[in-house]
Nanobody, 118 residues
Framework: QVQLLESGGGLVQAGGSLRLSCAAS????????MGWYHQAPGKQRELVAT???????NYDDSVKGRFTISRDSAKNTLYLQMNSLKPEDTAVYYC????????????WGQGTQVTVSS
């Protein structure tokens, strides 16, 4: 089993920045791809960014050029640097991980709220 614990959410004005962190524990040796989802009020969860063990990152078009995903293997921590935040980025952000090469993410954090005011 893998446990994921997010931190770093909060309230920020439009144009501001936040950095989310996700500390992984448990069977971390089994983790392959990690990522971040977000879920805005009344909407479905959407995949924001992913990163492989090799460091290859992918982003949803809505955050390209503004968000950066990274992982520190020594600290077993995943990050999401969010710059130039917009009110539409307001959502609960979830850290995710999977222990297989493809398919759905089988480990989820509890989520952290990000609110961007206009």
């Amino acid at each position: 089993q893998v446990q994921l614990l997010e931190s770093g959410g909060g309230l920020v004005q439009a144009g501001g920045s936040l950095r989310l962190s996700c500390a992984a524990s448990g069977s971390i040796f089994s983790i392959k791809t990690m990522g971040w989802y977000h879920q805005a009020p009344g909407k479905q969860r959407e995949l924001v960014a992913t990163i492989t063990t090799g460091g290859r990152a992918n982003y949803d078009d809505s955050v390209k050029g503004r968000f950066t995903i990274s992982r520190d293997s020594a600290k077993n921590t995943l990050y999401l640097q969010m710059n130039s935040l917009k009110p539409e980025d307001t959502a609960v952000y979830y850290c995710v991980a999977r222990n297989r090469d493809y398919g759905s993410y089988n480990y989820w954090g509890q989520g952290t709220q990000v609110t961007v005011s206009s």
